[in-house]
């Protein structure tokens, strides 16, 4: 009080800078440091202060593969808004809200760098979203993920300048999935420090490969990355604002108490007042920052500024909240390609990847765009490849597409191979209505598949049977090739099962969700299948919500045609096997789903008569009543079924053989 008093200070704001010079005293790192060590150590400790190397830089032959502060907006990728629009510029002011307060926290940018927004540290997947099941799985990296331009390795080691936390994965040619144990060098983890330090990772295992470096949050989301450089020695660490004070003050000479804090006095108030803080030099930055996050020195209260500053930073935080509230903080996420900058590839001699030789220009193919690169542009390419295939002279994505959607609806394309249009495919039948409809989606349509699947499904073509009404015209056309008539067409396996949920009332119509897993069968058990089983009917979800196994797919989709997903098929092809028949005879799945419309038969209509019941079934899995010769067949069935080596046989066993019975109808597998 009494030195306040003398000198004309504020008590709490004195109390404060003492207590401020007394916790510096075991801080290195903090910009009174100097100050205590001249006030309070031993000469040799202070000597040892004063002995602070003249500079903090880079290895001689270092290559500074990514600088921030030179970064272009066509080399800014980012995955959402974890890291903001562009990078943060030096002597940005940036307000930092306390999580879960309503605490706020000044901070200054020293260095320009892709920093995280901690506004955005909340988004998150919805619940039953899956991520990738690899090392960094659980990582949060969807909408908070920022990578590099891709760059080429020389001998692999790096060095990345960095504060706060985070996670790196370094993804080698294009290649992420990482699993362990033998590329688990790609992923990198750094704890949190508040201050700018140098992490290294070593992928010296990839030399001449090309690598981009993805960055995800840490557990804080306070995370600030300004520099990759890669260098065989690691590069020194950054002066602290308290090593760069002590070497102002050993250059000037100063080891008095009251001398050290006259100086003090003279930087902190050209500090202060130096004209626009983003002109202001790194040593400036960094002790304005050091400044802005002690709002004690100035109002004399813990963690609290004088109103005006305290008015702004309330006045912000109230424009905030609401902006904020509208946010969606969980959402449902598929995988998708991140924009990169594209890179030419080598050309690889006899295709060995040891005997590159030079770089071939990226271009589209040759016979429709001609030999001209895509150019320079910005970004991966994506969209100039796009543009050439889309192009008003290129009518071949547009037929292939409608050639396709056409196979899908009719049962055939107008071109039978979809998958090739080339010499070794068929001729299409229909050349000028495969013109004509490609030149109209492109135009007419703007490329819109609902507007040409409203136009095919409402022709005249779609809408006839697959029963021929001219029989010269069938033996004239046997194959249909002229559309006189539609085609017949199976059911494909999924279909087939989601057709059976639906007649017994199982079936499941939510949308979205995590997959089933598969049931467990004898014949899909084997090494590398995962533990977790899913109930016989995949409780009652779609087929497309059950799990996909490469090695182990279902054995109704294997019996019924299914693919396999290893590549991508235009055409499935369809078989008419025993095989199948006897599948619907015995299968589990089957009988349990006759059972289950049997059952909700006899829930419905318990009083009904024997014709009534006949009916609903028809109209449930043919959508037409039954004809009186097909009453009198499934009567018989049913006394056969009743009298069958046991007189007394239930009621409900027996429409369960009628349920399963109308499984293996051909009506009920082929669309007419």
Not at 187 to 196: A, H, L, P, Q, T
Not at 305 to 332: N, T, Y
Not at 400 to 427: A, E, I, M, P, S
Not at 460 to 478: G, H, V
């Amino acid at each position: 009080d009494r030195l306040a008093a003398e000198h004309s200070l504020e008590t709490n704001i004195l109390a404060q800078w003492t207590a401020a010079v007394l916790r510096a005293v075991n801080d290195e790192a903090d910009a009174l440091h100097p100050l205590a060590m001249a006030a309070f150590a031993k000469e040799d400790q202070l000597v040892k202060t004063n002995l602070l190397p003249n500079a903090a830089g880079l290895p001689d032959g270092a290559r500074v593969v990514v600088d921030f502060g030179k970064i272009t907006d066509s080399e800014w990728f980012v995955d959402g808004v974890g890291f903001g629009l562009r990078p943060i510029r030096p002597g940005e002011w940036q307000l930092v809200a306390s999580y879960g307060t309503n605490a706020a926290q000044l901070r200054i940018a020293t260095r320009a760098a892709a920093q995280s927004d901690p506004d955005w540290r909340d988004l998150d997947l919805s619940p039953g979203v899956e991520r990738e099941p690899t090392l960094f799985g659980a990582w949060p990296r969807d909408g908070q993920m920022m990578r590099s331009p891709k760059f080429e390795l020389t001998h692999g080691k790096l060095y990345y300048l960095v504060r706060g936390s985070g996670r790196i994965l370094a993804t080698v040619d294009s290649q992420r999935l990482v699993t362990g144990p033998v590329h688990t060098v790609q992923v990198k983890e750094w704890g949190f420090k508040d201050n700018w330090h140098w992490v290294s990772q070593d992928l010296s295992d990839y030399p001449g490969h090309r690598v981009a470096i993805e960055f995800s949050p840490g557990n804080e989301f306070d995370t600030a990355i300004a520099m990759i450089v890669e260098s065989t020695q690691p590069p020194a660490e950054p002066w602290s604002v308290g090593q760069q004070l002590a070497h102002v003050f050993a250059e000037q000479n100063l080891a008095a108490p009251a001398d050290m804090a006259s100086s003090y006095q003279e930087i902190f108030t050209a500090t202060t007042k130096s004209e626009g803080s983003i002109k202001a030099d790194s040593d400036s930055l960094a002790i304005m920052n050091w400044l802005a996050q002690r709002p004690e020195l100035f109002s004399g209260k813990d963690g609290e500024w004088p109103e005006p500053v305290k008015g702004a930073i309330r006045d912000f935080l109230k424009e905030r909240e609401p902006l904020l509230s509208r946010v969606q903080w969980k959402s449902r996420t598929a995988p998708a390609l991140l924009e990169g900058n594209g890179v030419d590839e080598y050309l690889l001699v006899r295709g060995k990847h040891q005997t590159p030789k030079g770089l071939v220009p990226r271009r589209f193919l040759e016979a429709i765009a001609g030999g001209e690169p895509l150019g320079n542009q910005s970004g991966s390419g994506r969209w100039q490849l796009a543009e050439a295939m889309t192009d008003p002279a290129n009518p071949l994505l547009a037929r292939v597409f409608v050639n396709r959607v056409w196979h899908h609806l009719f049962g055939r394309g107008l071109v039978v191979t979809v998958d090739n249009f080339g010499w070794l495919g068929q001729r299409p039948t229909h050349p000028e209505l495969l013109d004509d409809l490609a030149a109209t989606f492109a135009t007419d349509d703007r490329w819109s598949l609902k507007h040409l699947l409203r136009r095919l499904v409402l022709s005249r073509t779609y809408a006839m049977a697959s029963k021929p009404d001219d029989a010269e015209a069938e033996q004239r056309d046997p194959e249909n090739l002229l559309l006189h008539r539609m085609n017949l067409q199976r059911l494909e396996g999924e279909a087939m099962r989601d057709a059976m949920l639906t007649v017994s009332g199982r079936l499941d119509r939510r949308m979205f969700g995590p997959s089933v897993p598969l049931h467990p069968s004898q014949f899909v058990e084997a090494r590398g299948l995962r533990s977790e089983r899913g109930p016989l009917d995949g409780e009652g979800r779609r087929s497309l919500y059950v799990a996909a196994r490469r090695n182990f797919l279902p054995m109704m989709m294997t019996a019924f045609d299914t693919p396999t997903p290893f590549t991508t098929v235009g055409r499935r092809n369809v078989s008419n096997v025993p095989g199948q028949m006897l599948f619907l005879m015995n299968d589990p799945f089957v009988h349990q789903q006759a059972e289950v419309w049997a059952r909700r038969l006899l829930a419905e209509m318990p009083d009904a008569s024997v014709e009534a019941r006949l009916r609903w079934l028809y109209l449930g899995a043919f959508s037409r009543e039954p004809t009186a010769i097909e009453i009198a067949r499934c009567r018989t069935t049913l006394e056969a079924v009743g009298d069958a080596s046991n007189p007394g046989l239930s009621t409900f066993e027996s429409w369960t053989e009628i349920c399963h019975a109308l499984f293996g109808v051909k009506e009920f597998i082929y669309v007419r």
